[in-house]
């Protein structure tokens, strides 16, 4: 069914641009749009030719088709591909959530990311919690009266 419905769409899509693409110009539309003089914006009323009427059924049926695809299940089951790609596809375990932060988890030896981007790569750069306390002076206090 839903092969079907889908060649039909196709078929339909088809025949939808070559009757578009038939049809003559109106000379109206957007170009009127640059400051050329017309009646409407849009071009003015004309007759209902053949291809005016074959563009909106063929432009209704798109549109029923295509909402009718989207309910239809997609039928089938699995090709014999895919099967083949589900057996050869080793199932892996889930791996353990990685830590967020701090350190890395016991038995890793894993090195520490760098702290900073712009930190040298020799490591000279030292964590906050390993730097020496800085020798500056207490703020002064102002005497009280």
Known sequence: MFAFLLTLLIIDALLLSAVVLLQAGQGGGLASLGGATTDTVLGGRQAVTLLTKATWWCGGIFLVLALALSLVPRGGGSSSLQERLRATTPATAPS??????????????????????????????????????????????????
């Not at 702290?115 to 030292?126: I, R, T, V």
């Open 96 to 145: 353990a959530p990685l830590p967020l932060g701090g350190t890395p988890p016991a038995g890793s030896a894993a090195a520490p990311a760098p702290s900073s981007a712009g930190a040298p790569a020799s490591g000279a750069a030292k964590s906050p919690a390993t730097t020496p306390p800085s020798t500056a002076p207490p703020p002064a206090s102002t005497p009280k009266p």
